[in-house]
C-alpha cells in the first residue's frame, strides 16, 4: 500500500546548490502535506507543511511546491548546507487527530 | 521548547517476552500515537489514541499490542509475546489538534 511514494532513495548535492525532492501520492482525501527531516538514531522532525488549499508554502530556505492535480509535491532547500544531509520524508494526512502516511524517505547529502 | 520523552531508549529482550515502551507526550496535547520503523524501511503506522480510546489501529497492531494511557500523562505500548520481526525503531508522537505531529527520539527494541 504505498499512498505515499518518495522514488528517489538518495540525493547528492554540492553546498550552496538546490536540493529538490520529490513526493508522490495517490490517495485524493489527503489534504495536508508535510516534510520531516531524520538524523540516525533520532526522531522525525517536522521542516515544514502545506494545506491543499495552497500551492506553495516557503519558510526561510525551505519552500514546499504542491500539484494537487498531478498529485505530486516537492521540497526545495536553497541554498543546501552540509548540516542538511539527513534523511527526508514525505507525509500526508486526511486532517488532523489522523494518522501520517509516509513516504519511504530520501538520503540528501550536501556535499561541502 | 517542550518535547515528547521515550524511555527506554534501547531495550534488548527475548524472544516471547513482554515488553513496554514508554511515552510521555507534550502535556498539553490531545491525539497520541506509535510508529515503528524497522531498518531501512518506511516509518508505518501503528495505533493512534484520542479520548482514551484507541482511534485507529493498522494491520500490524494485532492482538499482542496494546496501548494505555494510565496516568494522564504517560502514553504506554505494551507487546505481549515479542517476536523476532517485532525488532525496530519505535517512535511515539504527539499533536494538540493538528496535523502536524511531534516525535519522540525512539526506543529501538531488539528481539534475540
Known amino acids: 500500500d504505498q499512498q505515499v511514494k518518495q522514488n528517489s532513495p538518495s540525493l547528492s548535492v554540492q553546498e550552496g546548490r538546490i536540493s529538490i525532492l520529490n513526493c508522490d501520492y495517490t490517495?485524493?482525501?489527503?489534504?495536508?502535506f508535510l516534510w520531516y527531516k531524520k538524523y540516525p538514531a533520532e526522531g522525525p522532525t517536522f521542516l515544514i507543511s502545506?494545506?491543499?488549499?495552497?500551492d506553495k508554502n516557503e519558510d526561510g530556505r525551505f519552500t514546499v511546491f504542491l500539484n494537487k492535480s498531478a498529485k505530486h509535491l516537492s521540497l526545495h532547500i536553497v541554498p543546501s548546507q552540509p548540516g542538511d544531509s539527513a534523511v527526508y520524508f514525505c507525509?500526508?494526512?486526511?486532517?488532523?487527530?489522523?494518522?501520517?502516511?509516509f513516504g519511504a524517505g530520501t538520503i540528501l547529502r550536501v556535499k561541502s | 521548547e517542550p518535547e515528547v520523552t521515550q524511555t527506554p531508549s534501547h531495550q534488548v529482550t527475548q524472544m516471547g517476552q513482554e515488553v513496554i515502551l514508554r511515552c510521555v507526550p507534550i502535556?498539553?496535547?490531545?491525539?497520541f500515537y506509535w510508529y515503528r520503523q524497522i531498518l531501512g524501511q518506511k516509518v508505518e503506522f501503528l495505533v493512534s489514541?484520542?479520548?482514551?480510546?484507541?482511534?485507529?489501529k493498522s494491520e500490524i497492531f494485532d492482538d499482542q499490542f496494546s496501548v494505555e494511557r494510565p496516568d494522564g500523562s504517560n502514553f504506554t505500548l505494551k507487546i505481549r509475546s515479542t517476536k523476532l520481526e517485532d525488532s525496530a525503531m519505535y517512535f511515539c508522537?504527539?499533536?494538540?489538534?493538528?496535523?502536524?505531529?511531534?516525535f519522540g527520539s525512539g526506543t529501538q527494541l531488539s528481539v534475540l
Open positions: 508522537a504527539s499533536t494538540v489538534q493538528s496535523e502536524k505531529l511531534f
Open positions: 490517495n485524493s482525501m489527503f489534504d495536508y
Open positions: 502545506i494545506s491543499s488549499i495552497k
Open positions: 507525509a500526508a494526512s486526511g486532517g488532523y487527530g489522523n494518522k501520517l502516511v
Open positions: 502535556s498539553n496535547h490531545l491525539y
Open positions: 489514541f484520542y479520548n482514551n480510546e484507541i482511534s485507529e
